[in-house]
């Protein structure tokens, strides 16, 4: 019983993030979510409380658990050239995605009408960079970069990575870039943040 509620929940998921994706969450009602899964509404609500509820949990996709886990790459025990290195690679192949970026539009088309924006925001991207702004205060303390603000200086590195195919990419103006394009694109991003934060 566990495992066929378990599928019902992915397979309101599977729809409500189609549906999401080519009519908006507002555009979207319960009513259609529940005519799309082949059931009523106190189905999806056996499982969810609201359609606010589904989307934050769409959000919590592959993808983004994907760009979650690209910030454990964040030892504060290794070099840190290392670290930023495959921190920065992971990031941008995750992000870099069908999935990730279809979810971030999502949450930008709604985030003048519902709370959803700033929730997406809250509990995605702002707690991995405050990771990276942790990692960073650490790294200072140990001597490693030079005294700054923590924040500033990951928002600093946030932008180099993202400089040159991340806004392309969202407008779709580009296809995903090749494994050693994006690998150039970190170690040049990796290169200037030391430059401007690193001790040596």
């Known amino acids: 019983m566990r495992v066929k509620s378990d599928e019902k929940r992915q397979a309101i998921l599977d729809i409500a993030k189609e549906c999401f994706s080519q009519q908006g ?8 979510l529940a005519k799309e899964l082949g059931g009523s509404k106190a189905t999806l609500y056996n499982y969810f409380s609201s359609k606010e509820e589904i989307f934050a949990e769409v959000m ?5 658990e994907q760009i979650s886990n690209s910030f454990l790459s964040l030892d ?9 290195l495959e921190f920065g690679y992971n990031f941008l ?29 809250n509990n995605g991207p702002k707690k991995g960079w405050k990771h990276l702004s942790e990692y960073i205060e650490k790294q200072i303390a140990k ?20 400089s040159e195919y991340v806004e392309q990419y969202a407008f779709a ?24 934060y690193g001790n040596e």
């Open 25 to 32: 969450v507002s555009g979207t009602s319960m009513s259609q």
């Open 60 to 64: 919590q996709s592959s993808a983004t």
């Open 76 to 84: 504060v025990n290794r070099d840190v050239r290392t670290s930023l």
């Open 93 to 121: 192949d995750s992000i870099l995605t069908p999935d990730a970026i279809s979810i971030y539009r999502m949450a930008v088309a709604e985030a003048d009408r519902t709370d959803i924006g700033r929730h997406f925001y």
């Open 143 to 162: 001597g490693e970069l030079s005294q700054c603000n923590s924040w500033i200086a990951a928002m600093h590195f946030k932008a180099l990575l993202s």
């Open 173 to 196: 103006a580009i296809d995903k870039p090749s494994q050693q394009q994006i690998k150039s694109t970190v170690e040049q991003a990796v290169n200037a943040f030391m430059k401007l």
